[in-house]
């Protein structure tokens, strides 16, 4: 058997099902090509990898990664990427969805050298997407593509698309600056590149699920907006501490409505109490589903972290009150700077310690 000239790389939750299908698949529509596939599998219930693993013990061109203690759409693509020494690299999704016919011709495009990356396409001419999305969740599709077009360099009708191949060394210049977070690999790779990638999009038609459920849940909408945001900030501050910092803000926001809510049945002391624990559970379970969702706390841990977030934003508090009193007190600021210096110290605070305490990351 000749090396791999293309890897196709396999991101796989609870996909078990789909596994052998979609070996079958490649097989068909890549004959004539030496290609290998790699299932990455974050240790799914169902034994996807089992599934995986079955096959390639009989047939040498199927490999599989097997991740524990870690979950991510991206990062799986990541890894699955940089296990691979072939020429072309392939993403495509394990359920099916993805239109398998169109990888032969995206490799003969990059090989004829018309472009950096080749992307599967619902938005070109030919394309489209059957994917049953209510109106809600279209708008909501389509907003994110007209937002992530305004941060590309280039024109991408179909930035969201996770479908798409790059020669191995496009993505080796820019695997050191991905954030690997979130789900949007192929914008992460567009957006983390020094130089202007050439896209050539090739229309494919997105089909239905036929087993298995999709993952994305509407949190995933705020990792990707904190993706573009950290890209938009050219990476210099840390991907969590941006996203730890607008959920903050976001707290203030519930703390004000529910102080609002409660100030005429409740005194100010007892309704700012209220306010605090509403504002610092909400931001607690943000932060773990968006923040930190790549080691997000569950079960009983969830419980020992809620706890321990009171503890440590209670202690932030109480910094900020200090510190910005302080600073009132010698005069050194006017109000609002000694207010914002106090806030921003707690926000640091809060960050640095709930980081390493709560959620060990
Ligand atoms: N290893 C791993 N870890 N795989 C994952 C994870 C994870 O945490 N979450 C999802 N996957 C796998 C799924 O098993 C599936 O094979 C693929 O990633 C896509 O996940 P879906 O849950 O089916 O997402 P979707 O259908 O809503 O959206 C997909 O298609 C869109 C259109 O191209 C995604 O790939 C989007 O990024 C893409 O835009
Ligand atoms: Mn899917």
Known sequence: MPPPILTVVIPCYNEAANVAPMVTRLATTLQ???????????????????????????DPRIRCIRRIGRRGLSSACVEGMLAS??????????DLQHDEALLPAMLRSLQAGEADIAVGSRHVAGGAAEDGFSAWRRRISDSGTILAQFFLPQRVA???????????GVFEDV?????GRGFKILLDILLSSKRKLRVSELPYSF???????SKLDTLVLLEFLTLLLDKAAGGLLPLRFL??????????VVHLCVLWLVLGPLGFTQAQWLASFVAMTVNFWLNNRVTYSDVRLRGAALWRGLLLFYVVCGVGVAANVGVA???????????GFAGAAGALLTVVWNYAVSATLVWRA
């Open 32 to 58: 004539g090509i030496a290609w290998e596939a790699i299932f990455v599998d974050d240790d799914s219930p169902d034994g996807t990898a089992q599934m995986a693993r079955a096959i390639a013990a009989a």
């Open 85 to 94: 020494s072939a020429d072309y690299l392939a993403v495509i999704d394990g």
């Open 158 to 168: 179909d930035p969201m698309s996770g479908f798409f191949m790059l020669p191995r």
């Open 175 to 179: 695997a050191p600056r991905l954030t």
């Open 207 to 213: 089909r239905p699920r036929e087993a298995g459920e």
């Open 243 to 252: 996203s730890f910092a607008a959920i903050g803000a976001l707290g203030v």
């Open 325 to 335: 009193r302080l600073l009132l007190r010698d005069e050194i600021l006017a109000w």
